[in-house]
């Protein structure tokens, strides 16, 4: 059994804000690449486990699932950090949250109480840690300083490179120069004339 976190910005923090936004279809390319790539290389039971932001990983649990068809010891999973996570969202995005859970194998929060502390961020973090084998990050860390990441995916990075002092555990990031990359490629592979 393979268990594989993906997280990564939120959709704010890459400044998207429609679904029908290019960058959307350029991450979850590379997503699919990812997983892809994984699932060709064993037959083995794999989780893919994310969390329940709109962006990253809202687009790896809606590529894993379309993923499914194709190879059938795939398995999603939404760790919500704490109970009525949506609560505060907007009505739009609480359906889109209802519907991707409709959509996962498994879902349930890591806390049993609504948000009361950011320890409640931190234990989520290492549930995540201690439920994966290892983390796909799409997260550029020379974008920010040691001292001013701010970002979500900041926060996790740092969790998983500390755990990586003591553990086997593989962290993959995917930097803005590799979507950079990758949107040329896709660009090309749509559009061969230009």
């Given at each position: ?72 010891q795939l ?80 926060w996790d ?25 990758a949107a ?11």
């Open positions: 059994m393979r268990r594989l976190w993906i997280t990564g910005y939120r959709s704010y923090e890459l400044a998207v804000f429609k679904d029908d936004d290019p960058k959307i279809k350029v991450i979850k390319n590379v997503l699919k690449n990812e997983l892809t790539q994984r699932l060709d290389s064993s037959e083995d039971g794999f989780w893919l486990i994310s969390g329940p932001q709109m962006g990253v990983e809202r687009w790896a649990i809606e590529v894993g699932n379309t993923l499914k068809k194709d190879y059938p398995k999603t999973s939404i760790m919500e950090p704490y109970l009525k996570v949506a609560e505060r969202w907007n009505e739009q995005n609480q359906v889109k949250l209802a519907t991707a859970l409709k959509n996962v194998d498994f879902h349930a929060p890591v806390s049993n109480q609504p948000y009361q502390s950011p320890q409640q961020l931190r234990n989520y973090q290492q549930f995540m840690l201690d439920h994966s084998d290892s983390l796909l990050i799409i997260f550029d860390p020379d974008r920010e300083s040691e001292g001013e990441q701010t970002s979500k995916p900041s990075y740092r969790a998983a490179r500390k755990y990586q002092e003591h553990r086997d555990y593989e962290i993959q990031t995917i930097t803005f120069d590799d979507l950079q990359d040329t490629e896709l660009a090309e592979q749509e559009h061969p004339d230009y």
